[in-house]
């Protein structure tokens, strides 16, 4: 199989319960099986600051900016979701996304 595509014969619906469960499995195996615990954390934990999923916008954000945003949180929720991840997961992801970001402005800052 080399796409999504070429895993759904032609003429299924992209939407049936299948196809939904066959897409949460890939996704289950690209987080988990062939990556550690910490590896999955960390992908997850990089997604949550590249979507900026915690963060507080300020009031004067354009709404082109919060359009785009609001976008990344969408497909975030939409992988967290596809992965089930248990309320204390999501608040432990939320925390190791708060240190990732300082780590990345304070690289940010030394270069």
């Known amino acids: 199989m ?16 299948a196809a939904s469960l066959k897409l949460a499995a890939a996704y289950r195996g690209v987080f988990s099986a062939n990556a550690t615990k910490d590896e999955a954390e960390i992908v997850r934990a990089d997604l949550a ?3 900026k999923m915690f963060d507080a916008m300020a009031p004067d954000v354009s709404n082109d900016v919060l359009r785009v945003i609001e ?15 248990s309320e204390r997961d999501l608040l432990d992801l939320q925390s190791a996304a708060a240190l990732e970001a300082q780590v990345n402005d304070a690289e940010l800052m030394a270069s």
């Open 2 to 17: 080399t796409s999504l595509s070429d895993a759904i014969p032609t003429g299924t619906p992209r939407r049936g319960k």
């Open 49 to 51: 600051v590249f979507c």
């Open 71 to 85: 976008g990344r949180r969408s497909v975030y929720r939409m992988i967290m979701g596809y992965l089930a991840l």
